[in-house]
């Protein structure tokens, strides 16, 4: 999994600052961004905070201890008839490996289907 400054140096390259641009923006110096990319130093608890909120990531992905990127609210959105992200996947995680199995060739299913759709509505244009 990747390291603290790989994470960093990615987010900062996707939004196309330079790690001066970074270093205005957190109050530090460019060379404090260029040590935290090369891994020379971490940040404190509060910057990484700010960083993790700059980015909409968890300090966890930025950490390199999660490998999904997904902003921290997305949790917490409803998604189907007010129950959110988050407790769906509490559903599934309680479902057995069967149904789970299931589950998931239903969502494929679902996703194939829309694609297809999609695809057949721009060709009747």
């Known amino acids: 999994m990747a390291q603290f400054g790989e994470i960093l140096a990615e987010l900062r390259q996707d939004r196309g600052l330079t790690q001066r641009d970074l ?3 957190f109050f530090v110096t460019p060379g404090t961004i260029s040590n ?3 891994g020379r130093h971490l940040p404190d608890a509060e910057r990484l905070i700010k960083i993790a909120d700059y980015f909409s990531v968890t300090t966890d992905y930025l950490l390199g201890r999660s490998s999904s990127n997904l ?3 997305v949790f917490s959105t409803p ?3 007010d129950m959110t992200a988050g407790e769906m996947i ?3 995680q309680a ?3 069967d149904r789970k199995k299931v589950l998931l060739l239903l969502l494929r299913d679902l996703h194939f ?4 759709g999609q695809y057949n509505h721009k060709e009747a244009k």
């Open 113 to 116: 289907s829309t694609v297809v």
């Open 71 to 73: 902003p921290v609210d």
């Open 23 to 25: 270093a205005k923006l």
């Open 36 to 38: 935290y990319e090369k």
């Open 90 to 92: 509490q559903l599934v």
């Open 79 to 81: 998604l189907l008839d």
């Open 95 to 97: 479902l057995s490996p």
